[in-house]
């Protein structure tokens, strides 16, 4: 089956613009996290979606923000740009919620804010 | 952010040696620890995992060993194989998935 899909896979903004990424789970997978990835700060827990409802979030200014809609699709959004929101976005699905599941990475969006 | 790697570790050997490699996690309350596979230009792909009440898990060519005592994670791979060339990242959280914490991961570079 279809692992998980991401778009688009690059994407090149400038700062004060707003960007939308989409992530397409595994098919049956309910439950979708999002991630950044950057060489300074690693890998960071941004938000998990599961049944549309946004169970978890971390750390994060509120420019940041997703959506997860009847069919396990789920979308995030950053506004405002900054030069430091420049990262790997990667999103991972799972069949269940959370911990009690393995969670299965898509290939993530390079997002380059000028 | 939680994790601040300005540098990335490194670990070189050679191909048919055994690897390991460490991870110090920094919540007692974690419960439940995964290592990720990072290669270069894909997503993490998940190895294996392990929760608190076991000190050992064993994969296909990998074991995970934790000591709760000393919060310490690490990952052993028998004969290495150019294939595991990537980035090897511990991640923890808790059963109640309040949050992930990853490590800063490690490079592993394997010599043919």
């Known amino acids: 089956k279809a692992g998980v899909t991401q778009t688009p896979r690059y994407l090149i903004k400038t700062r004060g613009q707003q960007v939308t990424l989409s992530c397409s789970p595994i098919?049956?997978?309910?439950?979708v996290s999002w991630y950044q990835q950057t060489p300074g700060q690693g890998l960071q827990f941004l938000f998990e979606?599961?049944?549309?409802?946004?169970?978890n979030k971390g750390n994060f200014p509120g420019r940041f923000s997703g959506r997860q809609f009847s069919n396990s699709r789920s979308e995030m959004n950053v506004s405002t740009l900054e030069l430091g929101d420049s990262a790997l976005y990667l999103c991972?699905?799972?069949?269940?919620?959370?911990?009690?599941?393995?969670?299965?990475f898509g290939p993530g969006t390079r997002l380059t804010v000028l | 952010g939680e994790n601040v790697g300005l540098h990335l570790p490194t670990l070189s050997v050679q191909e048919g040696d055994n690897s390991i490699i460490n991870c110090a996690y920094s919540?007692?309350?974690?419960?439940?620890f995964i290592w990720y596979k990072q290669e270069s230009g894909k997503g993490p792909q998940f190895i294996i995992d392990?929760?608190?009440?076991?000190d050992k898990r064993q994969g296909q060519r990998v074991t995970v060993l934790l000591n709760k005592t000393v919060k310490h994670l690490s990952l052993q791979i028998a004969a290495t194989q150019p294939g595991d060339s990537a980035v090897y990242f511990c991640?923890?959280?808790?059963?109640?998935?309040?949050?992930?914490?990853f490590g800063p991961g490690t490079s592993l570079s394997v010599i043919p």
């Open positions: 979606y599961f049944s549309e409802t946004q169970r």
């Open positions: 392990i929760r608190s009440n076991m």
């Open positions: 991640a923890e959280t808790t059963t109640s998935y309040d949050k992930v914490i």
């Open positions: 991972a699905s799972s069949l269940v919620r959370g911990t009690t599941d393995t969670q299965y």
């Open positions: 919540n007692s309350a974690s419960d439940y």
């Open positions: 098919s049956g997978h309910r439950s």
